[in-house]
């Protein structure tokens, strides 16, 4: 192995380690305030060692440290105007926002065209509708958040599963070698997005922070499958560390609220709405 | 990397995640979920990885994009973990 990919490589799994311990320390209130360094240093060693990738184009790593700079610029200041009621809604915002940067890297990977494999491309193909999906339900929580009503209509379940279905169909039609791909792609993601709103519709806004951490759940895994995809053993640990703990903390705080997550999206009438 | 052994690296990583997060107090319920938004920005490691091997201009302007949002989630997250974390510790931590 070349030293460069060594080291990036021994980043990673220092990264992993770090993500480990964190969320072990956050999990029990006596050592969850010191939790946040160690999770915090796993981000930043990740990162920090990607930079270093073998055979990177320089301007590209310019462009990154723009990217990096103008969304970290941006959450900062929101996250010093938000006042301690707005966080819960700051946290619907940034797993939508960790979920559509999921999403636009599954596309990119689906834009590149060349012989990258079935494999490849089914898991791209996962990950985008499970990034696509987290991405619109934040946004529809945000706004439920700032007020906005819970839409329900006859046979919602129905038509959600419907659209869903549509997309996934899609999705597994871009494996195959059709001339208009470019098209399929954005009816693909934009069936994804839309499934995702429908599903956040009927949900009011005391079962929305379980809801939130449900698609939080299911963008880990859209993570984990885009770390398959792209081999970075950083993202499978991690992304899979997400789902499994955020299936189990979904369970926790849906039984905490007495919201059971299955009544709150698929209820005959969804959430009542009374906190 | 061969797929067997991503699918047992997977398969540790589930069940590590799995036994974490089962004893976590209801005082902790939103700081914790506000760590796994902090950890799904691991997402800006491939981002950044896309981007700098981007070719073409479609491939730089996605992987701008997702860098921008990967980065957002992760500097968010981080700052809203701690706020929740001194609000939990404030608010009188029920050991």
Same mark, same amino acid.
């Given at each position: 192995m070349e030293f460069g990919v060594f080291v990036v490589r021994l980043g990673y799994l220092v990264a992993a380690l770090l993500f480990i311990m964190g969320l072990r320390r956050l999990s029990a209130p006596r050592s969850a305030r010191g939790s946040l360094a160690w999770i915090g240093w796993g981000m930043a060693v990740a990162v920090i060692v990607t930079f270093f990738l073998p055979a990177a184009a320089l301007p590209n790593l310019g462009l990154? $440290?723009?990217?990096?700079?103008?969304? %970290?610029?941006? *959450?900062? /200041? &929101? !996250? +010093?105007?938000?006042? @301690? =009621? #707005?966080?819960?809604?700051?946290?619907? $915002?940034?797993?939508?926002?960790?979920? %559509?940067?999921? *999403?636009? /890297? &599954? !596309? +990119?990977?689906?834009? @590149? =065209? #060349?012989?990258?494999?079935?494999?490849?491309?089914?898991?791209?193909?996962?990950? %985008?509708?499970?990034?696509?999906?987290?991405?619109?339900?934040?946004?529809?929580?945000?706004?439920?958040?700032?007020?906005?009503?819970?839409?329900?209509?006859?046979?919602?379940?129905?038509?959600?599963?419907?659209?869903?279905?549509?997309?996934?169909?899609?999705?597994?039609?871009?494996?195959?070698?059709?001339?208009?791909?470019?098209?399929?792609?954005?009816?693909?993601?934009?069936?994804?997005?839309?499934?995702?709103?429908?599903?956040?519709?009927?949900?009011?806004?005391?079962?929305?922070?379980?809801?939130i951490c449900l698609v939080n759940t299911l963008n880990g895994l859209a993570v984990t499958l885009l770390g398959f995809a792209l081999g970075y053993e950083v993202m499978i640990v991690a992304g899979t560390l997400v789902a499994a703990a955020g299936s189990v903390l979904t369970h926790l705080m849906g039984t905490a609220a007495k919201r059971p997550v299955g009544r709150l999206l698929f209820g005959p009438f969804g959430d009542s709405g009374q906190a | 990397m061969t797929g067997f052994i991503a699918v047992y690296i997977f398969m540790l990583a589930a069940f590590t995640g799995y036994g974490m997060a089962s004893g976590v107090p209801p005082s902790l319920h939103r700081p914790y979920l506000s760590g796994l938004v902090l950890i799904n920005g691991v997402v800006l490691v491939g981002?950044?990885?896309?981007?700098?091997?981007?070719?073409?201009?479609?491939?730089?302007?996605?992987?701008?994009?997702?860098?921008?949002?990967?980065?957002?989630?992760?500097?968010?997250?981080?700052?809203v973990t701690r706020r929740l974390l001194q609000a939990s510790r404030s608010g009188g931590v029920d050991e």
């Open positions: 990154a $440290a723009l990217a990096i700079a103008l969304g %970290g610029g941006l *959450a900062w /200041m &929101a !996250a +010093a105007r938000t006042g @301690e =009621t #707005g966080l819960r809604q700051m946290l619907a $915002a940034l797993s939508g926002t960790a979920g %559509g940067a999921t *999403a636009t /890297m &599954a !596309a +990119a990977s689906l834009a @590149e =065209t #060349g012989d990258q494999g079935l494999t490849v491309t089914l898991l791209a193909v996962l990950g %985008g509708l499970l990034g696509a999906v987290t991405f619109s339900a934040g946004i529809v929580a945000v706004a439920r958040f700032r007020g906005a009503g819970t839409i329900r209509f006859g046979s919602q379940n129905q038509v959600s599963a419907l659209v869903l279905g549509l997309a996934l169909i899609m999705g597994l039609m871009l494996m195959g070698d059709y001339p208009a791909h470019t098209a399929m792609t954005i009816t693909f993601f934009a069936l994804a997005f839309l499934s995702g709103a429908l599903f956040m519709l009927p949900v009011g806004v005391s079962g929305l922070t379980v809801v | 981002a950044i990885a896309l981007l700098a091997y981007a070719d073409g201009f479609l491939e730089q302007a996605l992987g701008f994009v997702g860098v921008a949002l990967a980065a957002a989630s992760v500097m968010g997250g981080y700052l």
